[in-house]
């Protein structure tokens, strides 16, 4: 009898497909513009992947999600709309269907983004806390607390950074006069650490291999279409 794959191992060779020929597609093949119009399929995609594959899904999990996804819409709502939260910019009709010129698929982004590097960094915490704890040392809950919130924002900064010229280049959506402002960043740490408490305090498990994996896939997948697109 065959053994079993594992549904991680399944997901993640599913996103490594994804993004392997989007780069493709959009780099080197005459139908860029084709891969471009289905980054909601993605999207959605990897948001199902990520769903299936969090252990113990639990009412908590489901109102983190719901509430993500929530608050990111309307604050890019706001963005659009008002330019008090992240600057002036506007979406293109690349990602599909909008409501208040804002696309709906971006509130699956947000939770992407968000539980991906909440998880990665829970592992890298969970990591270091065992090396500290090797050492006969100890870390209060509180610095432990603010430590989590502090590391996962400066990560999620690092990757808006990385995937802004990127989507920009793509035409998911575009800056007045085409300059990314500083304000856009200050957004987006204050944002994504709101969100991360969610993250931390709701009781939900917090380590899904694969998400740690979507995001170091994701990460290169922009950084490779920042640098040569």
Known sequence: MPKKIPLNTIALGVALLFHACGIIGILLSPYKDWFIHNTTVNLLLMSVLLVLTHPSKNKSFFIFFIAVCAIGFVAEVTGVNTALLFGKYSYSSILGM?????????????????????????????????????????????????SFIVDAALLILLFDWVMEPAAVKLGYWQWDQNIIPLYNYVCWIIISALLLVLFRKLNIARHNIFAVHLFIIQFLFFWILRTFL
């Open 98 to 146: 909008q409501l208040f010129n804002v696309p709906l698929i971006i509130g699956l982004n947000w939770f992407i983004i968000i539980y991906c590097t909440g998880t990665i960094t829970q592992v890298y915490e969970d990591y270091m806390l065992k090396k500290i704890s090797e050492r006969g040392m100890e870390m209060k809950q509180q610095l432990q607390f603010l």
